[in-house]
């Protein structure tokens, strides 16, 4: 499963909030969570900073 979907889930995050937070659209995040895309390093980097977790934790 896919580490933003579940630290999403865990936190009751809508993806929609989380492509607000990030200058993206909600396609774009919804393609990070769904495995269809891998987001750059900056922004992997941009997406812990937002959940509040390590970039590591994202990539397990």
């Known amino acids: 499963m896919n ?3 579940e630290v999403l889930a ?3 995050i809508k993806q929609t909030w989380l492509a607000s937070k990030l200058g993206k659209s909600y396609n774009m995040v919804h393609g990070y969570v ?3 895309r891998q987001p750059s390093i900056e922004v992997l980097y941009e997406i ?4 509040e977790v390590d970039a590591k ?3 397990i």
Do not use: Q
């Open 3 to 5: 580490r933003i979907k």
């Open 10 to 12: 865990e936190r009751g």
């Open 34 to 36: 769904s495995n269809k």
């Open 48 to 51: 812990a900073k937002i959940l």
């Open 57 to 59: 934790d994202l990539l």
